[in-house]
């Protein structure tokens, strides 16, 4: 069973960097891994913000070196 995190692109990025992406997270199964290795990243992944849609979903935000923004979507 593929427990990697999905990778949703909105924005329409180029194929290299969505690609990169889905790389990286082919090896996550959970957001905490995916903060856990960001911040380890040198530069770090800056974490941005929490924000709470209600009682059991919530949007972790995180910026990468190069400016682009990662909402991850928790429940």
């Known amino acids: 069973m593929d427990t990697s995190l999905p990778v949703?692109?909105?924005?329409?990025l180029p194929s290299r960097h969505l690609n990169a992406l889905k790389k990286i997270f082919k090896r996550f199964?959970?957001?905490?891994?995916?903060?856990?290795?960001?911040?380890?990243?040198q530069p770090p992944w800056e974490f941005v913000d929490i924000i709470h849609q209600d009682e059991y979903c919530i949007d972790?935000?995180?910026?990468?070196?190069?400016?682009?923004?990662?909402?991850?979507?928790?429940?």
């Not at 949703?8 to 329409?12: K, V």
């Not at 910026?63 to 991850?72: K, R, S, W």
């Open 8 to 12: 949703d692109d909105r924005i329409g």
């Open 29 to 41: 199964s959970s957001t905490a891994d995916v903060l856990q290795w960001g911040l380890l990243q």
């Open 60 to 75: 972790l935000i995180m910026m990468l070196p190069d400016g682009l923004y990662l909402v991850f979507d928790t429940t």
